[in-house]
């Protein structure tokens, strides 16, 4: 079971997520600490670690719009995060697949900060309040991708089974 520690509207954009003004950074080590940056307090408490590993961004829908920036991704994935979204910006969607950030496509989401929720085969559950929904499941050789954390590892994996 995961929190919610931030929820977003519609049409979030890279920008929002990493500002422009801190591409000259990206090493996925260092672009954690501009994640949200303009969100002062949760970039604060992202970066003072008070937010757990595995909690829970919630959005509507256009998640990621705006620009390529694959630091958005990679920003959220540093914090070890999971977006819950009703849908996810093109680009966005396979910069976070190729890093490998947990992400859940949910049209019908309805969760607060502060909700605890589970995510468990198809469902979305919002066990704070006592609801379910339905996820759009990404294609397999998508998913195992993200499973695989990431684009390089997943590579790696697929080069070392075929030498086996």
């Known amino acids: 079971m995961s929190k919610v520690v931030l929820k977003l509207g519609a049409d979030i954009s890279t920008d929002i997520i990493y500002p422009g003004r801190f591409m000259a ?21 992202l970066k003072a670690g008070e937010i757990p590993p595995g909690s829970v961004i919630v959005a509507d829908k256009n998640f990621g719009c705006g620009s390529s920036r694959e630091q958005a991704a990679s920003c959220i994935k540093g914090h070890d995060l999971k977006v819950v979204a009703k849908d996810f910006a093109r680009i966005f969607m396979q910069n976070a697949i190729n890093l490998g950030l947990d992400m859940v496509i949910c049209p019908g989401i309805v969760a607060d900060e502060g909700d605890e929720i ?3 085969g198809c469902r979305v559950h919002n066990i704070t309040k006592g609801m379910a929904f339905d996820i759009v499941p990404l294609p397999k050789a998508r998913q195992a991708i993200i499973d695989a954390g990431g684009l390089i590892p ?6 070392i089974e075929k030498k086996a």
Do not use: G, I, S, W
């Not at 950074?25 to 408490?45: G, I």
């Not at 997943?154 to 080069?159: D, G, I, P, V």
């Open 25 to 45: 950074t990206v090493l996925p080590t260092e672009t954690p600490q501009y994640c949200f940056a303009d969100m002062t307090e949760f970039n604060r408490k």
């Open 154 to 159: 997943y590579t790696r994996k697929l080069l």
């Open 118 to 120: 589970r995510v468990e």
